[in-house]
């Protein structure tokens, strides 16, 4: 029997530059959603909660925390990248919100291989730079970033 996790990511050698994946789920963002990650992070801003407050906003309406959109798009794509291949998330680069995220949205992601390198500090593990994108049902894009993570190699 093997020790080894499951996984369904990519390996490092399975990661070149220029490599873009559609991701096959997609996720209609919920209130229950938005209210439970504004409420459990603490931001207390009324955009995010209060529906009459919104109302009166050039959105006119509950605008979808962006951190919940970041996770939501970062984790729709582990399982078609990262999942079971990934050591660590080393961090961000760039991060945009060109479009806003509403209730009842439907988000679908697509990540991009920027860049795919040897890790000079870890010889069994390289370096992988993701830029996901994430587009609403009118086809907007409404989130933008990069990520960079440091990547199993594919065991011999």
């Known amino acids: 029997m093997s020790n080894a996790a499951p996984h369904t990511g990519k390996w490092f050698e399975e990661l070149p530059a220029g490599l873009t994946v559609q991701h096959a789920l997609r996720r209609t963002v919920t209130e229950t959603d938005n209210l439970l990650f504004t409420t459990m992070t603490h931001n207390p801003q009324p955009l995010h909660l ?3 407050y919104a109302s009166s906003t050039e959105f006119g ?37 060109p479009n806003p995220v509403f209730i009842g949205d439907t988000l679908r992601v697509e990540t991009e291989v920027l860049e795919a390198r040897d890790s000079s500090s870890r010889p069994t593990n390289g370096i992988v730079v993701f830029e996901h994108r994430a587009f609403n049902q009118r086809d907007d894009m409404v989130c933008q970033a990069q990520r960079s993570a440091l990547m199993k190699r594919q065991p011999s």
């Open 61 to 97: 309406q509950i605008l979808v925390n962006s951190m919940y959109t970041l996770a939501l798009v970062v984790g729709v794509s582990v399982a078609e990248t990262t999942h079971g291949t990934t050591v660590a998330n080393l961090g961000f680069g760039e991060v945009r919100f």
């Open 50 to 52: 209060d529906a009459e």
